[in-house]
């Protein structure tokens, strides 16, 4: 697998990945969850820090990551089913893991969604550990 910088030729590679990937991203009554502008709003806040996978110049997995100067935060960790267990989504994590460590990032978050304890184990094993934190959200 190649490692690099999201292109806006890979929009709808993406978009693709993520309606299969990402359920809710799939379902049109939740627009918040607009894979088009989760995007659109990757590129205008640390666009260098959205990565994509390629296998034989095909996106099969994608990863964003954001530092704020305080810590780091991974989202869309994104591998296509049929490639699962072959160490793409690890080798994506390290890969943001290291970009933020080049920015002097101290420490990465991420959140799971609760019902989606299979994913647990995997970041288990990446070295990832429950913070003892509640999280709070407030849509915009």
């Known amino acids: 697998m190649i490692i690099r910088t999201f292109d806006a030729g890979d929009r709808d590679a993406v978009i693709a990945l993520w ?77 943001a893991e290291a970009a933020l460590s080049v920015l002097g990032c101290p420490k990465v978050n991420l959140q799971i969604l609760s019902f989606k304890t299979e994913l647990r184990g995997f970041y288990e094993r990446l070295g990832y550990r429950m913070d003892e934190v509640v999280s709070l959200g407030k849509r915009l």
């Open 19 to 95: 309606r299969d990937v990402f359920p809710e991203y799939a379902d049109a009554s939740r627009p918040q969850r607009d894979p088009a502008l989760s995007i659109d709003n990757k590129m205008r806040t640390q666009p260098e820090l959205f990565f994509v996978g390629l296998v034989d110049g095909v996106v099969i997995g994608t990863v964003m990551a954001g530092y704020d100067g305080h810590r780091g935060w991974v989202y869309s960790l994104a591998v296509a089913s049929s490639l699962r267990g072959r160490g793409f989504g690890s080798a994506l994590m390290k890969h």
